[in-house]
Structures are given as structure tokens and as C-alpha cells.
């Protein structure tokens, strides 16, 4: 069982008598807000972190973009996931679920309200939890040379004249 509080991550251990563990996380900390979740990743061993970080300015304080965190429970640092395409829309309270059959985090639901309006929000919104992308990929020189390899062969065998590319997903 973990508790995430602001800038502190303790542990319980339930398999003993131990009790209560602060966790020294080294590196940057996310923001925190007054709306964040903390999930339990255990597809990938590592905890999420999913909110916004509210930032101050002439007019006021407003939410930023939806951020999510990962920290590895092996130990490690936090790191912000980059997630791509559309974000969902600035809201509190969502609800936050993890399906870990298929690697996808959802949020659903939610309202926002800027002092005048509210909008509740009864939209759906999935993200994949799988590795992210990198490009071009950090790897071993072997597995490197054996993939630009195959990649020419690949290249070869449908005809590939001039520029080109042959995609992978390791």
C-alpha cells in the first residue's frame, strides 16, 4: 500500500510488521495540485501520477496542461511521460482507471469551473500505457547493425528505390 503526499511517498509493508517507510525519491518531483491521482501501473511496475499543475498569473491562478508522472517501484526518479496527439480538456475530479489487460489509463468524467461557469464533462478519454516511442531508438550496436540489416532486405524485397524509411517497434 502506498500514501503519496505532496513532495513525500511512504510505504506500508503488508507482508510484515514493519509499518510505515518514507521512500527518498532522488530528481524533480511532479507539480503538485489541488487535483492529482496516484495509480498503481502493475503491468509496468511503477506508480502514475496524473494531474494538472496549477500555475499563477495577473488574472489568477488556471490549470495547465493534464501531466502524467511515472515512478519505477524498483526505485528511481520521477519522469514525465510524453504523451502525444490531444489532451483532455482542464477539469477536477475526474475518475481515473487503469485496464490493465489491454495497457490503457482512462479518465472519465469531471467538471471545471472558472468562478462563473461549470461544465460537467461526460467524456471518455484512453491512453496507452505501453512503452513510449523513442526515435531513434537507444540500442545495443549487435541489435543495431542486425535491424538496419534486416531493414535493407526489407527494403529490397518490395522494390525500395531512393529515400525511404522501414519502421520497427522494439
Known sequence: QTRYDGMELWTFDLRGTAGWTQRRIPGPLPPVDDWEDILLD?????LLRVGYET?????GDHAGPLEVWMLPLDGGAWSKLAVAGPVPP????????IDEANGRLFLVGGY??????EQDYGDVWGLDLGATPSCPADLPAK???ELERISMTAWRAVGGRGYGRVDFRI
Open 143 to 145: 541489435l543495431a547493425r
Open 112 to 117: 471545471f469551473y472558472d468562478g462563473v461557469r
Open 55 to 59: 500555475r499563477y498569473d495577473t488574472l
Open 42 to 46: 502493475r503491468a509496468n511496475r511503477r
Open 90 to 97: 482542464t477539469r477536477d475530479q475526474p475518475t481515473l482507471c
